[in-house]
Each structure stands twice: as C-alpha cells, then as structure tokens.
C-alpha cells in the first residue's frame, strides 16, 4: 500500500495525540557512583540559535520547511572534553563510549546496549577521581538517537506523531519501539534513518525512511582546527568559560548540555505551507540537532 493511501486510511475524518517517552527494552538505570562526580544531563531549546555544520547561524534553504520537535528522549554515543580548539578528537578527556557490535557487518553502535534518557535526567556521572585534572574549553557529545513528536498534516487534519530518529554514523538495530508497536530490522542503519508511528483509535500505522547521505547537520564551530569524520554526529559547544577539574573536589559538578532543537526536522516541501505532509511526497532530509551549549550547575 502507498505511502498516500496509508494516510488517507488513517486520517479519514481523525486528528489524534499520544504522549509517552518511548524506552529502550534493554536500558537499565544504573546507580550513580559513589561522589563527588561529574554528572550530565540533557536540556532541549527550541529558542537556542540554529546554526550549521561549522557553528554559524543558519537559515532555511529555499524549498525547504522546518519545525521544533517535541523531545521525549535522547541517547549518545560519545562524550569528551578538551581542553582547546586544537584538541584533535579523541585527544581530549574521553568520559564515555557506548558498545559497539559488527553483528550487522561494520562496525556499529549497539543500539540494544544504548542509555535512552530524558530531559534533565542523569545520562552518565563519572567519578572525578577519574577524570584528569585540568582545564576544559569544549565539549563534544556524538548524538545517537533521538525520539520526539512532530506535528503533520494529512487531508487538511493536522495532528501528533512520533519519530524515532538514529543519526549516529552507523547503528545496528535489532528491534526497536518508536511509540507502542515494534519494528524489526536486525541490521545495520547509517546516519538519517527513522521511523514514524501514528495511532488511530488503536489502529498503529508505521512507517520508515532514510534521509539522504551526509545531509545530517552537525554544528563543530571549531572545525578548521579540529575537524570530525564526515557521517558522524560529534556535536561540538564550547563552555561560557573553561571547565576547571582540580582533582581536590568534594562536590559534584552537574554539567547541562543544552541542544539546539531550533527547526532541527526539516524535510523539502512540495506544497509550500510551511506543513510537513508525507502523503504528498515531502521527503525529510535533516534531523541534525543546531548546536551544544554546556553550562556548569
């Protein structure tokens, strides 16, 4: 069945919500380690500027639509501070790497083993005895999944649905729930895959895509002197000012990082309303979050 007459289907004469943060079945929550530590958490703003692949502000192209999706949930793949904006990546303090399998050929993040978190909730404490003392100008987290709702419009209806989005470089993914019904993939997925749900008086429509390659944003204003690989999703931010680590500390240090989700799902329009219609063919292209603020308590 077409794409069109899915929708057509399931929006005849209906508008619907559902809320719920959607989780990964094998995510846990661990006990946080003994203190003091060093602990992030996640916050979205749909206000914070929307920049571009090298941290400038940035516009819609023309032919293209945006919106600030709703966030339920996130999951990275990588955290690191450095210490300058010549900091290779990798060369800084790296605080966390989550598993990776080539169950599905290559190398890629297990998305089974993934921490699937939301706002303002703990993602990872370090113990700061762990952490080299020193002082910290960036901070670079490489984004892994996202999960949020998204407004649509189908037949002049306007109504919610869900979009579970994975923009790490390559992810291998067993099965995963985007809101209630499962989907089975049992393979790898590069940069830009999704899945979309919609649930009409009990009747669950999904649906997949990919967007193309490489057209992922990633905001790194440090990219002339420390570059990242191309497809993956190190979202680079710089502190207010240097994150100093001691080694002498009695308390934690919570860090915030503050995610950009300014017009961060864009899609090309074929009608031009500004509205993200599927039905009609409008393609989504970039889910890249516009930025990385990280702020100290």
Known sequence: MSTKNIFTLIMFGAAFLWTGCNRNDDDTTEPLPEGPRLIFRFAFDPEQARLNNI?????????????????????????????????????????????????????????????????????????????????????????????????????????????ASFVGFNTYIGTYSINQEPVTVNANRLQGYWGFEANVFGNPVVLTGQAPAGATTVPNPIWNSSPIPAGSCVVTGPFASPLVITGNETEDIIVTLSLSTNQSFEWVEVTEDGLYEPAIGEQVVDMGLRGLIPTVN
């Open 55 to 163: 941290g400038l502000p940035s516009a819609l192209p023309i032919g293209h639509a945006a919106q600030d999706p709703s966030f339920n949930a996130i999951s990275a793949h990588y955290f690191e501070m450095t210490p300058s904006a010549f900091t290779p990546l990798g060369a800084g303090e790296v605080l966390y790497h989550a598993p990776e399998t080539d169950a599905g050929g290559a190398m890629a993040i297990n998305f089974s083993k993934a921490i699937i978190r939301g706002e303002n909730e703990n993602y990872i404490a370090v113990p700061l005895s762990s952490v080299t003392p020193g002082s910290y100008e960036y901070m670079r987290v490489s984004l892994a999944y996202q999960n949020y709702d998204i407004q649509v419009r189908e037949s002049g209806f306007d109504f919610t649905g869900t979009i």
